[in-house]
């Protein structure tokens, strides 16, 4: 067997032309309808899409969800919206989360294109809640949409550190894209949702 200098340098005779990067793509699909499109989407990786007009009117549609009704432990993030039975700030150990029936926390805006939400750790002391709670409802601004992946990173890049009238929920230690309940088809292709996270997702838009 050659020895390990004798692979480096063999390696190093053979190596491939570099070639230019190709240019980026800046732009990306855009779509007539934002919402429609973004309901679309969401409806087919299994989620719920909602328009509520007020708080009143998103208290009285959360009320109706059979997810929220059937929860014995609910905790609401955001404010004059559900109810909360536990104090956040009591609780030390995440793992103390996992009795968390339906959880409804903000969403800071929303991707038509593949109905996803982006959400942070932003005022909130356990991010787990977004996979831990057995149900999700993420509450999101009804204008706060951009219609593909490429304005979403670049509406992150722009965010500055102290945030604007635009972004101002900028630089949070922790964010990611939601889209849809937590599901996976590894075991003998069979589709099982909430396998390693919610089993529901709804997003209101809030106009």
């Given at each position: ?17 570099t ?13 007539p309808?934002?919402?429609?499109q ?83 750790d ?63 088809a ?5 589709l ?16």
């Amino acid at each position: 067997m050659a020895g390990k200098q004798e692979i480096l340098t063999a390696i190093r005779r053979h190596a491939l032309e570099t070639v230019p990067l190709i240019d980026p793509v800046t732009d990306g699909t855009t779509y007539p309808d934002l919402r429609e499109q973004f309901r679309t989407v969401l409806t087919s990786v299994g989620g719920e899409c909602r328009i509520a007009t007020d708080c009143d009117n998103l208290n009285r549609q959360l009320a109706e969800l059979p997810e929220y009704r059937a929860a014995e432990t609910i905790y609401s993030a955001v404010p004059e919206v559900g109810r909360s039975d536990i104090d956040l700030n009591a609780i030390a150990d995440p793992h103390e989360l996992d009795h968390v029936g339906c959880a409804v926390l903000p969403g800071e805006f929303a991707v038509a294109e593949n109905g996803a939400v982006w959400v942070t750790d932003r005022a909130m002391k356990h991010r787990v809640l977004y996979f831990i709670a057995e149900h999700l409802v993420l509450i999101v601004p009804a204008d706060e949409m951009v219609d593909n992946m490429h304005a979403a990173y670049a509406r992150l890049m722009t965010a500055s550190d102290e945030g604007d009238a635009v972004h101002p929920f900028a630089r949070p230690g922790f964010g990611t894209f939601l889209s849809g309940p937590s599901k996976t088809a590894d075991i003998e292709q069979s589709l099982v949702m909430g396998a390693q996270g919610p089993k529901s997702l709804t997003v209101f838009l809030m106009k």
